[in-house]
C-alpha cells in the first residue's frame, strides 16, 4: 500500500466526510443522536488505520457493547460500509486500498448488527 493511503490526513478526510454522509443519511442520523462525535471521529481514525495498515481493527468485546442496543441492521451496516468506502474514495484512496477496506470491516459485522 502506498504511504499516502494510511496517512494520516487521507485518513481525516475520509473519517469526516464518512460522518457528514452518515449524519445525513436519514436512515443513520439517529443512531448518532446523543453522541460524542469528537470522541467517536477518533476511534473511527484509529479503526481505519488499522484497517488499512493490517493492524488488529478492535476487541469484539469492545465493539459489540458499544452496538448494543442501538438496533443496527444489515441495512444500516451496508449503508455505513458504503458511505465509508465513498468518503475513501472521495479522500484520494486507491481502488485498491478501498475494497481492502471493505474485506476487513466484514468480519465485525456479528459484533455491531443487532441479533
Do not use: C, K, N
Not at 449524519?23 to 471521529?41: I, M, N, S
Amino acid at each position: 500500500m502506498a504511504a499516502d493511503e494510511s496517512g494520516a490526513e487521507l485518513v481525516r478526510a475520509a473519517v469526516d466526510r464518512f460522518y457528514d454522509r452518515m449524519l445525513a443519511d436519514p436512515r443513520l442520523a439517529d443512531f448518532f443522536a446523543g453522541v460524542d462525535l469528537d470522541r467517536l471521529r477518533a476511534h473511527q481514525r484509529a479503526f481505519v488505520t488499522a484497517a488499512l495498515v493490517g493492524g488488529d481493527l478492535y476487541a469484539g468485546q469492545r465493539m459489540r457493547p458499544a452496538h448494543a442496543g442501538l438496533g443496527i441492521d444489515d441495512a444500516a451496516f451496508d449503508a455505513a460500509v458504503e458511505h465509508l468506502a465513498s468518503a475513501m474514495s472521495e479522500s484520494g484512496a486507491s481502488a485498491d486500498a478501498v475494497q481492502r477496506l471493505r474485506l476487513r470491516i466484514q468480519p465485525i459485522r456479528p459484533l455491531v448488527v443487532a441479533s
